[in-house]
Protein backbone atom coordinates (compact mmCIF):
# COMPACT_ATOMS: atom_id res chain seq x y z
CA UNK A 1 0.00 0.00 0.00
CA UNK A 2 3.06 2.22 -0.21
CA UNK A 3 2.75 3.25 -3.40
CA UNK A 4 -0.70 2.47 -4.27
CA UNK A 5 -2.06 5.09 -1.77
CA UNK A 6 -0.05 7.84 -3.76
CA UNK A 7 -0.80 6.40 -6.71
CA UNK A 8 -4.33 6.59 -6.39
CA UNK A 9 -4.38 9.92 -4.95
CA UNK A 10 -2.04 11.42 -8.08
CA UNK A 11 -5.05 9.61 -10.26
CA UNK A 12 -7.50 11.16 -8.61
CA UNK A 13 -6.21 14.87 -8.83
CA UNK A 14 -5.50 13.96 -12.26
CA UNK A 15 -9.23 13.38 -12.94
CA UNK A 16 -10.37 15.97 -10.91
CA UNK A 17 -7.95 19.03 -13.25
CA UNK A 18 -9.30 16.91 -16.24
CA UNK A 19 -13.07 17.92 -15.39
CA UNK A 20 -12.17 21.64 -14.41
CA UNK A 21 -10.28 21.79 -17.90
CA UNK A 22 -13.85 20.30 -19.81
CA UNK A 23 -16.04 22.69 -17.82
CA UNK A 24 -13.62 26.12 -17.90
CA UNK A 25 -13.33 24.70 -22.23
CA UNK A 26 -17.24 24.49 -22.28
CA UNK A 27 -17.73 27.59 -20.49
CA UNK A 28 -15.03 29.50 -22.83
CA UNK A 29 -17.14 27.88 -25.63
CA UNK A 30 -20.09 29.89 -24.76
CA UNK A 31 -18.51 33.11 -23.95
CA UNK A 32 -16.47 32.82 -27.42
CA UNK A 33 -19.96 31.66 -29.41
CA UNK A 34 -22.10 35.06 -27.53
CA UNK A 35 -18.92 37.27 -28.30
CA UNK A 36 -18.63 38.18 -24.53
CA UNK A 37 -14.78 37.59 -25.01
CA UNK A 38 -12.55 37.74 -28.53
CA UNK A 39 -10.80 34.97 -29.96
CA UNK A 40 -8.09 37.90 -31.81
CA UNK A 41 -6.79 38.50 -28.10
CA UNK A 42 -3.75 35.96 -27.94
CA UNK A 43 -3.77 35.13 -24.50
CA UNK A 44 -7.85 33.79 -24.98
CA UNK A 45 -6.87 32.20 -28.35
CA UNK A 46 -3.86 30.20 -26.84
CA UNK A 47 -5.73 29.41 -23.64
CA UNK A 48 -8.98 28.09 -25.94
CA UNK A 49 -6.21 26.18 -28.28
CA UNK A 50 -5.03 24.38 -25.10
CA UNK A 51 -7.99 23.42 -23.79
CA UNK A 52 -9.04 22.48 -27.27
CA UNK A 53 -6.65 20.32 -27.44
CA UNK A 54 -6.66 18.51 -24.23
CA UNK A 55 -10.51 17.71 -24.33
CA UNK A 56 -11.17 17.29 -27.76
CA UNK A 57 -9.38 13.60 -28.03
CA UNK A 58 -11.58 12.30 -25.51
CA UNK A 59 -14.72 14.45 -26.21
CA UNK A 60 -14.57 13.10 -30.24
CA UNK A 61 -16.18 9.35 -29.56
CA UNK A 62 -18.70 10.55 -27.20
CA UNK A 63 -19.49 13.30 -30.29
CA UNK A 64 -20.13 10.63 -32.43
CA UNK A 65 -22.60 8.16 -30.73
CA UNK A 66 -24.70 11.03 -29.37
CA UNK A 67 -27.89 11.83 -31.61
CA UNK A 68 -28.10 14.95 -33.20
CA UNK A 69 -29.89 17.17 -30.48
CA UNK A 70 -30.34 20.59 -32.56
CA UNK A 71 -26.94 21.98 -31.81
CA UNK A 72 -26.94 21.20 -28.14
CA UNK A 73 -23.49 19.80 -27.14
CA UNK A 74 -23.91 17.54 -24.08
CA UNK A 75 -20.91 15.40 -24.61
CA UNK A 76 -18.86 17.60 -21.61
CA UNK A 77 -21.90 16.43 -19.43
CA UNK A 78 -21.49 12.53 -20.22
CA UNK A 79 -17.68 12.76 -19.99
CA UNK A 80 -18.33 14.76 -16.56
CA UNK A 81 -20.24 11.85 -15.21
CA UNK A 82 -17.86 9.18 -16.33
CA UNK A 83 -15.14 11.19 -14.84
CA UNK A 84 -17.10 11.15 -11.39
CA UNK A 85 -17.89 7.34 -11.66
CA UNK A 86 -14.14 7.17 -12.22
CA UNK A 87 -12.99 9.02 -9.19
CA UNK A 88 -15.99 6.81 -7.65
CA UNK A 89 -14.48 3.37 -8.40
CA UNK A 90 -10.81 4.63 -7.92
CA UNK A 91 -12.24 5.29 -4.35
CA UNK A 92 -13.75 2.65 -3.63
CA UNK A 93 -10.91 0.57 -4.51
CA UNK A 94 -8.14 2.63 -2.59
CA UNK A 95 -10.50 1.88 0.73
CA UNK A 96 -10.62 -1.79 -0.19
CA UNK A 97 -7.36 -2.17 -0.08
CA UNK A 98 -6.55 -0.10 2.82
CA UNK A 99 -9.18 -2.12 4.83
CA UNK A 100 -7.96 -5.38 3.24
CA UNK A 101 -11.18 -5.84 1.60
CA UNK A 102 -10.19 -7.19 -1.69
Not at 13 to 34: D, M, P
Not at 70 to 83: H, K, N
Request: hydrophobic share 55%.
Amino acid sequence: MIILNPLFNVLQVALWLYLWAIIISAILSWLVHFGVINTRNQFVSMIGEFLWRITEPALRPIRRFMPNLGGIDISPIILILVIYFARDVLGNIQYSLNTGGL
